[in-house]
Nanobody, 115 residues
Framework: QVQLVESGGGLVQAGGSLSLSCAAS????????MAWYRQAPGKQREFVAT???????GYANSVKGRFTIHRDNAKNTVYLQMNSLKPEDTAVYYC?????????WGQGTQVTVSS
């Protein structure tokens, strides 16, 4: 079955950096687009970044220039490098992909940015 497992969250001060990882299994990873979303307390889940199977990236305006998504097909892993973090980046971060017509989500990893 499809599994996405995120890691790398934690507590960081404003202006700091974190790197998230999402390890995928049960899919042909190199053929799949991958994405990161986040959900802050009391808010709807929102798009953060995406990367196509060909490596084309896209970002939400709120993270553009600060976050970088990249993938390692040899490791079946997608990463989210987050720099210049702000308190408003505090959220649970989720990895997402689509396979066989269905969407799959990881369990999420908490990122907390203190001011």
């Amino acid at each position: 079955q499809v599994q996405l497992v995120e890691s790398g969250g934690g507590l960081v001060q404003a202006g700091g950096s974190l790197s998230l990882s999402c390890a995928a299994s049960g899919i042909i990873f190199s053929s799949n687009g991958m994405a990161w979303y986040r959900q802050a307390p009391g808010k709807q889940r929102e798009f953060v970044a995406t990367i196509t199977r060909g490596g084309t990236t896209g970002y939400a305006n709120s993270v553009k220039g600060r976050f970088t998504i990249h993938r390692d097909n040899a490791k079946n892993t997608v990463y989210l490098q987050m720099n210049s973090l702000k308190p408003e980046d505090t959220a649970v971060y989720y990895c997402k992909t689509a396979w066989g017509g269905d969407d799959y989500w990881g369990q999420g990893t908490q990122v907390t940015v203190s001011s």
